[in-house]
Each structure stands twice: as C-alpha cells, then as structure tokens.
C-alpha cells in the first residue's frame, strides 16, 4: 500500500480502481459515491496525495467553495491551471468534492466540459447516484459505491484513535464500521469504557450521524424523508398523499437520487 495510505483503512480495492482508471490514460469519470461520512473525502484526498507525490497534476475543488454555476466552476478550474495542462495534453485529475453541490451543472459538465478534455480523470465525490445518462458520455465510465468498512479495518480505526481492544470490539458493535460513526467513536471514547449503556451511546451515534445526513437537504426534502421513514416503502402516490401535495413527480425524483435512498420495485 502506498505511504499516504497507511492511515486509510479498508479502502485498499476502491484506490487501486481509482489509480489504474488514472493509470490507464483514457478520459475517465469516476463517479465516487455514498452516504454522508463514508469517507468519499479521505479517499478522495489520499489518491490526490499520492498522485502528487509521483508528480500528477492533481487538483481538487470543493463545490460548496464556489458559485454553481458555469462561469463558477470554469473559474476554479481556471485559477488551478486545468486550462494551461489541457493545451498542454497533461494527464491529471480534477476531483470535485461535493459534487452534489453542481447538481443543475451534472449535464452540462457531462456534454460540454468532460468532451473537452481529453487527458482527463474526472473524480465526482458525491451522496447522490450517477444520471443514468453518464453511461453514455463517451468517456470510460466508473461508478464507485462506498460502504460501510469492514470488521478488521473499522477495528484498526478504532484502536489507531486510542482504544483498547474491548471498548473498540464494543464501539464496533454500536456503529458497524461507518467511519463518522468511529469517528464520533472515538471522540467520546470515555463512554465506551464505562458503563454507560449500549443503547444510550446508540441513540447519541444516530442524532449525530442525523443531524450530518440532513444538513445540507431543503425543507421539502427533510419532510418528504420525515414521512418516508414512517412507512416500510413509498411510491410517487403515496408520497404526495402524506404530504397532502396533488402530485409529488419533483420530490420523488429528488428524493430517489439520495444516496441514503435504496430503489425497490416497489418503491423506495
């Protein structure tokens, strides 16, 4: 495992897809995605690392930092010499973190920008699933789901933060390997040593990890998952029945596209 990666735990296969995408030389989007404190970022930020280190043109670019717009996003690419490396026909990736931000920019990225650079990586790290229409694009296409890390890996997080092997084997059992759940873990590591119980430490997880999830969604959408989670499946119907709205097509789709969303034949 590269240097940068030795605190990275249990991402081992999803970097060496990430490098041998790079490596292949092809115009390439890698679209990064899951729930909110997947660890989409810490990945994200450890392939940049090592790609510099080996001397890449690596760039990354927070959504949430600039205007969601053309003009927006063509400045920042600009100010990190994505434009001089693309005359130049330099191979090296542009990771825009947040992706989910540029939303109403996802076509226009996908018909005009991505064309337009041949030499490129395009990393898209967002909570949101990829428009279906990226497969399509003309550029290799490769979507890339993050999942919760495994017992072993979520164990080493948990001691490499400063716990005994009891309290990890227990702070594993309450957070099942979320990495912002052992990070928050491990943040409070002193309830795990006591006696404070399982359940309480639980719920104290969950309003946390809540409160993460819901920070950045509309009003519309924060009720439309308030009355989703009352029931075992949602259709179009039913949803704008529970939100007393004539139809619900908008929010349905919005909603469908979150990551913390899973798509059923009958319904959500």
């Known amino acids: 495992m590269p240097a940068k990666l030795k605190n990275v735990y249990g991402r081992d296969s999803e970097f060496a897809i990430l490098l041998n995408t790079f490596e292949s030389g092809a115009r390439a989007v890698v679209h990064l995605h899951g729930i909110p404190g997947i660890g ?47 005359r130049k026909r330099v191979r090296g990736i542009v990771a825009l973190d947040n992706y989910e931000q540029l939303q109403l920019l996802d076509s ?5 920008l991505v ?19 990226w497969m399509n694009s003309g550029a290799t296409f490769v979507s890339l789901r993050l999942d919760e890390l495994g017992r072993e890996p979520a164990l080493r997080v948990l001691q490499a933060g400063g716990m005994s ?64 989670s009352t029931v075992r499946r949602t259709t179009q119907t039913l949803l704008a029945a529970m939100l007393d709205l004539p139809e619900a097509a908008d929010i349905y789709d919005r909603i469908q596209g979150l990551s913390v969303i899973e798509r059923r034949n009958d319904g959500l």
């Open 40 to 86: 989409k970022s810490t990945l994200l930020h450890a392939l940049i690392s090592h790609l510099r280190d080996k001397g890449h043109a690596a760039v990354v670019v927070d959504c949430r930092a600039i205007e969601p717009t053309e003009h927006g996003l063509l400045g920042a690419l600009r100010e990190a010499g994505v434009a001089d490396r693309t």
């Open 165 to 228: 092997q009891a309290a990890a084997r227990r702070a594993y059992g309450l957070t099942r390997g979320h990495p912002m759940a052992l990070r928050l873990a491990i943040s409070s590591g002193r309830k795990f040593l006591n006696d404070i119980p399982g359940d309480l430490v639980r719920h104290q997880v969950i309003m946390q990890l809540a409160d993460i999830f819901l920070a950045d969604l509309d009003l519309a959408t924060r009720r439309a998952l308030e009355a989703m």
């Open 115 to 133: 064309p337009r650079q041949p030499d490129l990586l395009l990393l898209l790290a967002t909570r949101r699933f990829p428009h279906p229409a």
């Open 108 to 112: 226009w990225i996908r018909e005009q």
